[in-house]
């Protein structure tokens, strides 16, 4: 019987860095180890301090290999920030034998994407949405049709290719094999989604603790993707300041008080909230605090309304939206949300995995459970690098181990 492959995702967050391993059985997606530490080394998403983020990195992927009892030597990595930058492209080619083949496919895309991109830019994603065999379109498989002309429509996700280059090094440094870098909210979809629901047209936000990442899915294909650089830090600061308390309280306060919009709390409830500079702690009432987590809230969900009805798609999101990453777990957050988008609104943690399901089952780990899931159907379609690197592959078996990471030392050393 052939080997279970243990798959690995590593979610470089903005507060914590999330490394989950998981089994791909004939039964499904088994998570058998989650790693998650605090992160350091990141601003808004991007990686800003290369030894920090490594420290977090083998921190994450050494608790999930201990959990796991199998060594991680190659991940799927997630990217964001506001260097990403998603458009809709086309692509037109002729069809060379008059029946449509992969290659005819292949140079369509290849056509799409042939834009000129500024040097320090590069292609993250090519994401199919329709293919036209000449008159007839929304073509979703169109290998084997007749035809004369192919035309493509596409996502095409690009990123600053030093964000990406820093990023890769910081994984590689630990010895760590970089499958594929997998723009994050396009990973936190494929845990957090269902096929239903990209159809029917919906708008995914997860918004963690630097960033707010968004992807729409209009008839099951991806159709905008947008990063808006707030987060949860953004209200831990605002508390900070506005009641004159360190960052670590604030947090503190914010996770065990906060709440979405202070009409939801109640007028006589009242917090204790510890001074800085050895005053003693003051009492005050709840409200106070959630007049000021209010506007960032909407802040983040105007900004939100704003890039939806921009990309014209407003009115084909029947599935409304789908929000998740840790600052969604705000109380009252999702009824605030709908209240400001005009649209059903709906919190999600990772689904449809087996495993360890419970300690993933939280809106934090949809990126880092999307990044496993991304890799399993992925598993075939490897980055061109690779051919370089026989010796490496996407997926390992449980056996497979020390040779490939001790050959990344290697050839980091020499
Ligand atoms: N119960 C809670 N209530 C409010 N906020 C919370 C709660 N739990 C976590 N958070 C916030 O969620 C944020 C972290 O979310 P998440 O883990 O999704 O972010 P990240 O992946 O590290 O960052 P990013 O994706 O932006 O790079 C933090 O700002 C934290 O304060
Ligand atoms: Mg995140």
Redesign the pocket.
């Known amino acids: 019987m052939a080997e279970n492959e243990i798959i690995a995702g590593l979610?470089l967050?903005?507060?914590?860095v999330c490394a989950i391993v998981a089994e791909s059985t004939p039964e499904g997606l088994d998570i058998i180890g989650v790693g998650s530490v605090p992160?350091k080394g990141?601003k808004k998403?991007v990686v800003v301090n290369i030894e920090s983020t490594m420290q977090s990195i083998r921190a994450a992927v050494e608790q999930a290999e201990t959990m796991a009892g199998v060594e991680i030597n190659s991940v799927y990595a997630g990217v964001?920030g506001s260097h990403v930058s998603g458009m809709n492209k086309d692509g037109v080619a002729a069809i060379q034998t008059r029946e449509v083949t992969k290659a005819d496919v292949e140079r369509v895309l290849e056509q799409a994407q042939a834009v000129p991109l500024p040097g320090d830019r590069q292609v993250l994603h090519v994401l199919p949405q329709e293919y036209i065999v000449d008159d007839q379109d929304g073509i979703r498989e169109p290998v084997g049709m007749s035809g004369v002309r192919l035309e493509a429509r596409v996502h095409m996700v690009t990123a600053a290719s030093t964000a990406v280059a820093n990023l890769r090094k910081c994984a590689e440094r630990c010895g760590l094999h970089v499958s594929d870098v997998v723009l994050?909210p396009l990973a936190s979809a494929d845990a957090v989604l269902s096929e239903d629901e990209k159809e029917i047209g919906v708008a995914l936000v997860?918004?963690?603790?630097?960033?707010t990442?968004l992807i729409l899915y209009v008839d099951g294909a991806v159709v905008h993707t947008s990063v808006i650089p707030i987060?949860?830090?953004n209200?831990?600061s605002d508390v900070a300041q506005g009641l004159r308390t360190p960052m670590a309280e604030a947090?503190r306060i914010?996770?065990k008080y906060?709440c979405s919009a202070s009409h939801m709390v109640d007028e006589d409830e009242t917090i204790e909230v510890p001074s800085v500079g050895g005053r003693p702690p003051r009492v005050m009432p709840r409200r106070v605090l959630c007049d000021i987590i209010e506007p960032r809230v909407e802040e983040i969900f105007h900004a939100v309304r704003h890039v939806i009805v921009e990309t014209g798609f407003s009115d084909m999101l029947a599935s409304g939206v789908v929000v998740t990453?840790?600052?969604t777990?705000?109380?009252g957050m999702p009824e605030h949300a709908e209240a400001l988008l005009g649209l059903p609104v709906r919190r999600a943690a990772p689904s449809g995995i087996g495993g360890l399901i419970d300690v993933v089952r939280s809106?934090?780990y949809a990126?880092a459970v999307g990044l496993v899931k991304y890799g399993e159907s992925h598993i075939d379609g490897e980055e061109v690098d690779f051919v370089e690197e026989p010796e490496y592959s996407g997926v390992q078996t449980i056996r497979s181990g020390f040779g490939s990471r001790i050959g990344a030392w290697f050839r980091e050393v020499f």
């Open positions: 979610d967050g903005t507060t914590k992160s990141l998403g964001a994050q997860d918004i963690g603790g630097g960033t990442d987060g949860g830090i209200l831990t947090e914010k996770i906060g990453g840790g600052t777990l705000l109380d809106p934090g990126t």
